[in-house]
């Protein structure tokens, strides 16, 4: 079974630039979680989706984030225009829907730098 | 809001030598703590987990344990090993479908 993939691993864009991260979660997992860690911090949870529907989107920053996961698959999360501290590690989750909400498989993460 | 904290932010241990790693949480509504290890390059992967209706679980090398009165739970890992060595975060589930995390704590096991 594939686990949980991110793309890209890594970018590096200016202040004012837009970047979109993917994740792919798990074939079947029908609940996705974004999250962030900037240096040195905790991993905080940005929202979670159910199918395409945002469950909880408490932990967006502000609306220069917008996450979308049409058709219920894979999903984006777009910064527009990026600030200086966006700055961190962006990690995907994928759960399945109806087993134990907290057993969560995270993806390798997309280091975003902003300059 | 939710809370959880972790302590020490760094842990170097000679190899054989046992580590442990303590975290606290402020919800006492709290049901679930997971420990996460992060290798360099990957995501976090559960290694372990304890539920509020146990003390202690083990799992070989690593067993956790949690005080529900004192609100802390513990990870201890014996007989390091080098390939011990990455960051291990401690979570919490608050039951409203989100995981909080602690900052985090980089182990390094010396040779």
């Known amino acids: 079974e594939a686990g949980v993939t991110q793309f890209p691993s890594h970018s590096v864009i200016e202040k004012g630039q837009t970047v979109t991260l993917r994740c792919d979660p798990i074939?079947?997992?029908?609940?996705l979680y974004w999250y962030r860690r900037v240096m040195g911090k905790e991993i905080k949870f940005l929202l979670h989706?159910?199918?395409?529907?945002?469950?909880?989107e408490s932990g967006m920053p502000n609306n220069r984030f917008l996450a979308e996961r049409t058709g219920g698959t894979y999903s984006t999360l777009k910064v527009q225009p990026a600030e200086l501290e966006d700055s961190g590690v962006y990690f995907c989750?994928?759960?399945?829907?109806?087993?134990?909400?907290?057993?969560?498989?995270f993806g390798p993460g997309t280091r975003l730098t902003v300059t | 809001g939710e809370n959880v904290e972790q302590h020490p932010s760094t842990l170097s241990v000679q190899e054989g030598d046992s580590a442990v790693i303590k975290c606290t949480y402020s919800?006492?509504?709290?049901?679930?703590f997971p420990w996460y290890k992060q290798e360099l390059g990957k995501g976090p992967q559960l290694i372990i987990d304890?539920?509020?209706?146990?003390g202690e679980k083990k799992d070989q090398r690593i067993a956790v344990t949690l005080n529900k009165t004192a609100k802390h739970f513990s990870l201890h890992i014996t007989e390091t090993q080098p390939e011990d060595s990455a960051v291990y975060f401690c979570?919490?589930?608050?039951?409203?479908?989100?995981?909080?995390f602690g900052t985090g704590t980089r182990l390094t096991i010396i040779p």
């Open positions: 989706f159910v199918k395409e529907s945002k469950q909880d």
């Open positions: 979570a919490a589930f608050f039951g409203n479908e989100k995981l909080t």
């Open positions: 989750a994928s759960s399945r829907l109806g087993g134990a909400l907290y057993e969560q498989y």
């Open positions: 304890i539920r509020s209706n146990v």
């Open positions: 919800d006492s509504a709290s049901n679930y």
């Open positions: 074939s079947g997992h029908d609940n």
